[in-house]
């Protein structure tokens, strides 16, 4: 399979990652494409027969940060459509379940940001401790005990916690 067919195929993914860093959609899809772009410009860095995913992973994660540190800087801007709220469909379960979704995401948002990357890439992504500590370059241990800290929060804000 060639490489622009393999960043096709991982595009959702990157979009889960980029939307759980990012806590915004349109700075989610900004930052997915951004990292689409060096991935391309930089595609003979990427050795086949290593994961891509990972390797995406990394390079979202990069430019998420590069991005804060810019955003601390220069101010934040917050766009004039964010003011604009799209209603959901009249269903009991619809708007139920995007109740129980946003009730997710709004506690998600609220974890510190290293917690965050690692509750994404374990717990939604699926990724091995091992495999999450090689894409955010620290040790295992951390991963484990940002996960940790990370469950217990997300129980605490979503009233599970005993």
Avoid at 81 to 98: K, W
Wanted: charged share 30%.
């Amino acid at each position: 399979m060639r490489f622009e067919e393999q960043l096709i195929e991982l595009l959702p993914r990157l979009r889960r990652f980029a939307r759980g860093l990012a806590r915004d959609v349109s700075d989610a899809d900004d930052l997915c494409q951004a990292a689409i772009e060096r991935a391309l410009k930089s595609q003979d860095q990427w050795q086949q027969g290593t994961r891509l995913d990972s390797w995406m992973y990394r390079i979202i994660r990069n430019l998420w940060i590069d991005e804060r540190r810019a955003v601390g800087r220069r101010g934040v801007h917050t766009p004039i459509d964010d003011a604009v709220t799209q209603v959901a469909g009249d269903g009991a379960a619809e708007v139920e379940a995007g109740a129980l979704r946003g009730d997710v995401d709004g506690a998600m948002a609220r974890l510190p940001d290293e917690q965050r990357e690692v509750v994404m890439l374990v717990l939604v992504e699926g990724y091995a401790y091992r495999e999450a500590a090689d894409i955010l370059e620290v040790p295992v241990g951390t991963v484990t005990s940002r996960l940790a800290r990370g469950r217990e929060t997300l129980m605490h804000l979503l009233g599970e916690a005993a």
